[in-house]
């Protein structure tokens, strides 16, 4: 640090307030031009600009262009959003120069209302599009009965398992419920020091608050003009126990998830199973190629045995931003980019992750055996998956905040100081006082 | 007489002018706009507050959010902490390469000072990416080596990892600062050293009483921009905290602005730390001047 690079590190803060400066300057000279959703005659020809980070959105983008020639979407590829894709939006809203359409996952979507960001699309019309959608994932932009957002593709779990590994260790079929998954875990470990069923990512807990989703909790809601928290609650200290058990009895890893160590074991089979979502297919088959033909894909462990519950980690929805020139156009693009079945199979094979239309997974490249799971039609699984998801779940503008408060507190029970359902209470408070410090009403009444 | 005066000064703030206006525009005008900032806050309305928000005057509550923060504050103490350990590791260990280079024979001291300035060309990030894979268990040949002798250690870890994050900036800033005390030690006069040795000093002798003290003003300087490049630790825990599980979001008071700003859109807070840290550094920074300023003073 030292030397130059410490005023270099100083100079780097002042240039975001620097161009930050800037755009807020500019905000006089755009915001003149910027509103009014002026009506386009016939033949007129508009441009609209649309950010994103999905990777093949822009063959589908360039469809959209081919195909409508008078409303042309311009793409402009972003950082994907927690790698500063949303400051890049919040900073550009701020400034009066957000794009017109942009990617927002569904946790972010009430952080983007919190400064009414989004336009509603109900007056648009937006309603009539409804059926075409999952019924949950419709719900995820919808608002005090406005619409939002439009639904992209979501991440509907299961159990990702080498069923060599499985066998190798004397395990017939995949562990149908958690007290099985914990028994599976030690036969593991028993069987091959070296080798675990899995890692709890301390740092991800994204991934927690899916899993305790699937066990019938319902964090978030609102009541009438209030926000409610409902995080200490029994079903998710049942959760937070059962993650501390297995790590204490070691039988789990507790490094993080999408790292090089990380990869490196679903490489070597030091992690021989992985719960996760539907596009955890893509991060295997990329990472570890070496692996094809060893994977199966099995249904969520259940709390109750023979239940069906599970959760959605990820997703993800097209939303128009404050600002836009021309909104119904641009509901018009997101309903096609995300429903038409053209489009849909270009971004299926981008690896955009689940269809939240209907229409997307019957007959599509999804629906098909593959050779890397072992000949299994595995998406069959994320299918049924989907239509277990408790639909009630919703998120509050402070989710990111949320989540931080998670990580850390698993991060500092993996380094010894509490454990995860300490910090799943301590969350509770975190959270209630994130909201109230950004200036909402909240309630923790059941 | 008069006229070439009144042409020098209107020359002066002709070549003044260009710096003057960068300087307003990307440091005062950003200061001023922090300051301005950690003044004011969202207010919200309507159903949830939903309904839209506005910026309100805020008084002094982001600073005492700031200040009331106990992560916040606990990521302050462990970069003093940090510092304490990490200011005199990296000076003293610039002095010991300077004086040791500035002992051994002409052809080998270029190539040394090269190789310990290398790291410096590589930028902070790559650095921390790098050193990051020889932490990692299962990416790392070192760890590797370490486990085939049955040691297994957990360079990643909550109680280690602040450890391994000064090793990198060590590994990458030594190199320069010793290059800044070299520098001075080559404005030296070399008949200090031949009179020195006339009266008999050995080498040891020469390097403790006549370069050290002649060193002073390159190891203050050196210890200040350490002192503040320490204080504003950032790049290398943001890097390392994918693959580590003892980072919190938190780790660092800069962390701590960067994830209020671009994490929880909370950029009013986000420069209430920053404004906060900025006046640490100045304070600490002065400090130490002042400090070793009247320390000099006494001993002359």
């Known amino acids: 640090m030292h030397n130059t690079c410490g005023w270099l590190r100083f100079g780097r803060r002042m240039i975001w307030l620097a161009c930050l400066t800037a755009l807020v300057l500019s905000v006089a000279a755009c915001s003149g031009s910027g509103d009014g959703n002026s009506a386009t005659k016939p033949g007129q020809k508009i441009d609209m600009t649309f950010w994103s980070w999905v990777p093949g959105i822009d063959q589908a983008v360039a469809l959209w262009n081919k195909e409508n020639p008078n409303i042309h979407v311009t793409l402009q590829k972003i950082p994907s959003g927690s790698s500063g894709g949303y400051a890049k939006m919040h900073a550009a809203l701020k400034a009066g120069n957000a794009p017109d359409l942009a990617q927002v996952e569904y946790q972010e979507i009430p952080g983007f209302l919190m400064g009414s960001n989004l336009i509603d699309l109900s007056q648009y019309g937006a309603g009539k599009y409804q059926s075409r959608f999952t019924p949950w994932q419709w719900k995820e932009g919808v608002f005090g009965g406005k619409v939002y957002a439009i639904p992209q593709a979501s991440g509907p779990m299961g159990f990702f398992y080498r069923a060599d590994l499985f066998a190798k260790a004397g395990i017939s079929r995949p562990p149908a419920t958690w007290a099985e998954y914990e028994q599976d875990a030690i036969k593991i470990h028993q069987s091959n020091p070296t080798e675990y069923i899995g890692t709890f990512p301390p740092g991800n807990s994204a991934w927690f608050t899916a899993l305790a989703w699937q066990a019938g909790a319902n964090w978030f809601g609102t009541s009438g003009d209030t926000w409610t928290v409902h995080i200490d609650t029994p079903v998710t200290e049942k959760v937070a126990t059962y993650w501390d058990r297995l790590r204490t009895e070691h039988v789990i890893k507790t490094e993080p998830d999408f790292a090089d160590g990380w990869y490196k074991d679903l490489q070597t089979g030091a992690i021989a199973g992985w719960v996760s979502a539907q596009w955890g297919d893509a991060i295997i088959t990329g990472n570890a190629p070496g692996t094809s033909g060893m994977w199966k894909v099995a249904p969520l462990p259940q709390w109750t045995a023979g239940g069906t519950d599970s959760a959605n980690w990820g997703g993800s929805s097209t939303a128009v931003l404050k600002g836009a020139k021309h909104p119904q156009q641009a509901l018009q693009f997101a309903t096609w980019l995300n429903s038409d079945p053209q489009s849909i199979a270009l971004l299926i094979k981008g690896g955009y992750g689940w269809p939240a239309a209907t229409s997307g997974y019957v007959g599509s490249s999804l629906d098909q055996p593959s050779p890397f799971f072992s000949g299994q039609k595995y998406n069959d699984v994320f299918a049924d998956s989907d239509q277990h998801i408790n639909e009630s779940w919703t998120w509050i503008p402070t989710t990111d905040q949320a989540y931080q408060h998670l990580n850390d507190g698993f991060s500092a029970a993996v380094n010894g100081k509490g454990s995860f359902l300490e910090s799943v209470k301590a969350a509770q408070g975190q959270v209630v006082d994130d909201l109230k410090s950004a200036g909402f009403k909240v309630s923790t009444a059941q | ?300």
């Open chain 2, 1 to 300: 007489m008069a006229a070439v005066h009144r042409r020098t000064t209107r020359a002066a703030w002709g070549f003044l002018t260009p710096f003057l206006v960068l300087f307003a525009a990307t440091f005062l005008l950003p200061i001023g706009y922090a300051i301005y900032e950690s003044l004011h806050k969202n207010s919200l309305s309507g159903p949830l507050g939903l309904g839209g928000s506005h910026t309100v005057f805020a008084g002094l509550s982001n600073y005492s959010r700031a200040l009331g923060d106990a992560a916040f504050l606990a990521s302050v103490r462990r970069v003093l902490l940090y510092a304490v350990v990490q200011v005199p590791v990296m000076i003293l260990l610039a002095v010991a390469l300077a004086l040791l280079l500035d002992t051994v024979s002409a052809r080998a001291v270029r190539f040394f000072r090269a190789t310990y300035f290398m790291p410096y060309g590589v930028p902070g990030v790559i650095a921390s990416i790098l050193w990051g894979f020889l932490y990692t268990p299962g990416t790392s040949p070192v760890l590797a080596l370490a486990g085939h002798a049955g040691l297994h250690p957990d360079l990643l870890g909550g109680g280690s990892v602040l450890w391994s994050i000064a090793n990198i900036v060590t590994w990458e800033f030594a190199g320069y600062n010793m290059l800044v005390v070299t520098a001075q030690l080559q404005a030296i006069p070399g008949d200090l050293y031949e009179a020195a040795r006339t009266d008999g000093a050995s080498a040891w002798q020469i390097a403790r009483r006549v370069k050290l003290p002649l060193l002073r003003p390159a190891i203050v300087l050196t210890t200040v921009f350490t002192i503040i490049g320490t204080l504003q630790l950032f790049a290398e825990p943001l890097i390392l905290k994918p693959v580590s599980t003892g980072i919190s979001n938190d780790y660092t008071p800069n962390l701590s602005a960067y994830n209020s700003a671009f994490a929880n859109n909370d950029y009013y807070l986000a420069s209430a730390k920053a404004v906060l840290l900025a006046v640490a550094a100045f304070v600490l920074s002065f400090g130490f001047l002042r400090l070793v300023g009247r320390r000099g003073g006494a001993s002359r």
